[in-house]
T-cell receptor, first 114, second 109 residues
Framework: DTGVSQDPRHKITKRGQNVTFRCDPI?????LYWYRQTLGQGPEFLTY??????LEKSRLLSDRFSAERPKGSFSTLEIQRTEQGDSAMYLC????WGTGSEQYFGPGTRLTVT | EDKVVQSPLSLVVHEGDTVTLNCSYE??????LLWYKQEKKAPTFLFML????IEKKSGRLSSILDKKELFSILNITATQTGDSAVYLC?????????FGKGTRLSVIA
C-alpha cells in the first residue's frame, strides 16, 4: 500500500497521560501536515514539515503539543498531559510540492481522553 | 484571517437528483481551491482548482472556480446512495489548507 498510513488508529487515554502518534507519508512526498478534526467541523491545520524542517505551527498547537520529522520521512505528534478537549481525530496528510498541490490524507488516529 | 464557508450545511436528496454544493472563501494569497469527500474516515481528494472558469470533471462530479467572486461549486449529477458523505472545500493560501465545515449530503433511495 503506497498511501499515507497512521498508527495507532484509535487511542483511549486518561487525562494527564502523554500520547504519541505516528504518520508515514507517501514515500516521494516532501511535505507532511498534521490536522485535527472534531465532530461537525472540517480539519484544522496544526503544523507542517518540508523534509525534516518544521515550517509552520498553528496557534492551535499549544506547548503541550510537539511534532517531529527527524529524517524527513515519518513524523510523530506527541501530546503531553492530555486534556479532555484534546479528544479528536488527528489526521496526517502529505503532498509532493508546494502548498497549492493536492494533499493526500491518512486514515487518522482517533483520540479519546477520559 | 483566511476563511471558507460552505452551504448548505446539510442536504437530503433522492437518488437521481442533481445537487450543487457551494463554497465561498476569503484568502490573503490564493493558491488553489480543493474539494474532498469524507465518509467515515479521512478525506479523499476530488479536485484542485487554480484557474477561473475551467470546469474539472470526473464522472458524475464536476467543479468550477470563480476567482473574481471568490466561490466554487461542486455539482453531482444522477446522485447515488454511495455519494452520501461530507463534502469539504479547502483553500490554500498562506497557510496550508483552510477547510470549511463541510456539506453533509444524504442520498436516499
Amino acid at each position: 500500500d503506497t498511501g499515507v498510513s497512521q498508527d495507532p488508529r484509535h487511542k483511549i487515554t486518561k487525562r494527564g497521560q502523554n500520547v504519541t502518534f505516528r504518520c508515514d507519508p507517501i514515500s516521494e512526498h516532501n511535505r507532511l501536515y498534521w490536522y485535527r478534526q472534531t465532530l461537525g467541523q472540517g480539519p484544522e491545520f496544526l503544523t507542517y514539515f518540508q523534509n525534516e524542517a518544521q515550517l509552520e505551527k498553528s496557534r492551535l498547537l499549544s506547548d503541550r503539543f510537539s511534532a517531529e520529522r527527524p529524517k524527513g520521512s515519518f513524523s510523530t505528534l506527541e501530546i503531553q498531559r492530555t486534556e479532555q478537549g484534546d479528544s479528536a481525530m488527528y489526521l496526517c496528510a502529505s503532498s509532493l510540492w508546494g502548498t497549492g498541490s493536492e494533499q493526500y490524507f491518512g486514515p487518522g488516529t482517533r483520540l479519546t481522553v477520559t | 484571517e483566511d476563511k471558507v464557508v460552505q452551504s448548505p450545511l446539510s442536504l437530503v436528496v433522492h437518488e437521481g437528483d442533481t445537487v450543487t454544493l457551494n463554497c465561498s472563501y476569503e484568502v490573503t494569497n490564493f493558491r488553489s481551491l480543493l474539494w474532498y469527500k469524507q465518509e467515515k474516515k479521512a478525506p479523499t481528494f476530488l479536485f484542485m482548482l487554480t484557474s477561473s472558469g475551467i470546469e474539472k470533471k470526473s464522472g458524475r462530479l464536476s467543479s468550477i472556480l470563480d476567482k473574481k467572486e471568490l466561490f466554487s461549486i461542486l455539482n453531482i449529477t444522477a446522485t447515488q446512495t454511495g455519494d452520501s458523505a461530507v463534502y469539504l472545500c479547502a483553500n490554500s493560501g498562506n497557510t496550508p489548507l483552510v477547510f470549511g465545515k463541510g456539506t453533509r449530503l444524504s442520498v436516499i433511495a
